[in-house]
């Protein structure tokens, strides 16, 4: 039985969050239309490969290699684009919307890099993208920043919103699995980018943080300014050096409002088991923000994956359909350039730091004598023997400015006893 206003959509790219979007239409689209009055069809899918094995069969005149095939149908009103990347996703994006289409997308490198251009584009053509599933996967991030919290004035929004580094830290933390392993297992589970480098070294959270920021903070974000740190370093030692401190290490994107202007960045950080952040587990997302009017709030939900990201593409998918947020001005809004982005410099932290120490006698002396001097206190020490002679020694740093802190462990780090490569991460306030 079908019932429901008949609408057909086209679709660029049908891997993971594509299949996903097949398989609730399949699955749920007589709901979806009970709901909503509005009955979905996929029309054509542009693909690489028509030969492939799908998560759904659809009929094989569905697919495509040819993009115009989509992007030019006129009974499609609704484009939606699943194959990532910046080309060819942004020239066949522009292309839909001068077809009088609108457009949904998952694509943060895209809408982080060109979203401002695009969107500006999709208003000169009457249209509209929607990009939800962009940031956050399957959990409402942009829409109750955009709508339900504009009255806020917000002054800082911290996230778990990078599935794959969260669910390797987790597995890392809780089995005790290697690196490589658990990226393996993510990569598996559909969560990774298709060049996961851009997981592991937090470029796909900066892309999402540049997005969640120029709405927070209503203004442009250039991804390019923000500083990035990935998980690389972050060692099993760590994690469980942490845990015995009262923390658990999660890949942070933190967005705050400092006197002056915005300070954004991406990087490992010890959080406080007794943080919320802390319970988000695996492939689970959170994005913790702070407004003047609501206080604390948190998001949290599966922040990847074909079924949880898809839910968010089909949403988007109906309120293109219902034109829902016709008057929507988009990413940005009316103060364009107002806010200046400060580097991570300006901040006060606290600092974790590893080393690797000759056990040797007036060794952690020595460095406490350094960090002394430069006037930074230390909160917590643990000293433990390793093997062959060397000792390693943790520290906790009280706040202090990362001049001053880096000035100190370069210190550190040159003293004969040290060894060079400490692990280094900052502490959650
Ligand atoms: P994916 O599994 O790699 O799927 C990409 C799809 O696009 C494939 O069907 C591929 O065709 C098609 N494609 C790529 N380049 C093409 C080209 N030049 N011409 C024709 N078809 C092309 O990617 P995904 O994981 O679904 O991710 C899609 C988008 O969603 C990305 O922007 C990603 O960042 C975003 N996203 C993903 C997740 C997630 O959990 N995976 C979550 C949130 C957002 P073939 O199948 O024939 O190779
Ligand atoms: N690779 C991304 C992640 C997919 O792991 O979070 C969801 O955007």
């Not at 699995?177 to 298709?194: N, T, Y």
């Not at 060397?390 to 210190?411: G, Q």
């Amino acid at each position: 039985m079908s019932f429901g206003k008949a609408v057909k959509i086209g679709m660029l790219g049908m891997g993971t969050v594509g299949g996903g979007v097949a398989q609730i239409i399949e699955r749920n689209g007589e709901l979806l239309a009970g709901k909503t009055d509005i009955n979905l069809t996929l029309q054509r899918v542009l693909v690489r490969d028509p030969s492939r094995r799908r998560a759904v069969d659809l009929p094989p005149q569905t697919y495509t290699t040819d993009p115009d095939v989509v992007i030019r149908d006129p009974a499609i009103s609704v484009v939606v684009e699943l194959m990532g990347g910046i080309e060819p996703a942004r020239t066949l994006i522009s292309a839909a919307l001068k077809e009088n289409k609108d457009v949904v997308t998952a694509n943060k490198d895209l809408m982080a890099q060109h979203g401002r251009e695009l969107l500006q584009l999709a208003r000169r053509c009457g249209r509209n993208i929607y990009y939800e599933a962009s940031a956050g996967g399957g959990i409402p991030l942009v829409r109750p920043l955009k709508h339900c919290l504009v009255a806020n004035r917000i002054k800082c929004i911290i996230g778990i919103i990078n599935g794959t580094t969260n669910y390797i830290l987790t597995r890392m933390s809780c089995d005790d699995m290697d690196f490589q392993e658990a990226l393996a297992r993510a990569q598996k589970l559909g969560f990774a980018e298709a060049d996961p480098s851009s997981d592991i070294e937090g470029r796909d959270a900066a892309y999402k943080l540049a997005i969640l920021a120029g709405i927070a903070f209503n203004c442009p974000v250039d991804p390019g300014e923000l500083s990035i740190e990935g998980i690389k370093n972050v060692t099993r030692a760590d994690i469980h050096y942490a845990r015995e401190l009262g923390y658990t290490i999660k890949l942070l994107a933190i967005g705050e409002e400092k006197p002056g202007g915005l300070v954004l960045r991406v990087h490992p950080a010890l959080v406080s088991l007794a943080h919320p952040l802390a319970s988000v587990h695996d492939e689970f997302n959170a994005l913790f923000i702070e407004g003047d009017l609501i206080g604390e709030a948190m998001f949290y939900g599966r922040g990847a994956g074909a079924l949880p990201t898809a839910s968010a593409v089909v949403a988007d998918i109906i309120d293109a359909v219902r034109s829902y947020e016709r008057a929507d001005k988009g990413l940005y809004a009316n103060n364009l350039g107002k806010t200046k982005l400060l580097p991570v410099s300006v901040l006060n932290s606290r600092f974790y730091v590893r080393f690797l120490a000759q056990d040797r006698p007036g060794v952690f002396g020595a460095l406490a004598t350094v960090f002394g001097d430069e006037g930074v206190s230390l909160d917590m020490i643990i000293q433990k023997r390793k093997k062959n002679g060397i000792a390693e020694i943790v520290l906790v740093t009280h706040d202090v400015s990362e001049e001053r802190f880096n000035r100190s462990l370069e210190k550190a780090l040159r003293l004969p006893s040290i060894q060079p490569d400490a692990g280094v991460f900052r502490v959650l306030a």
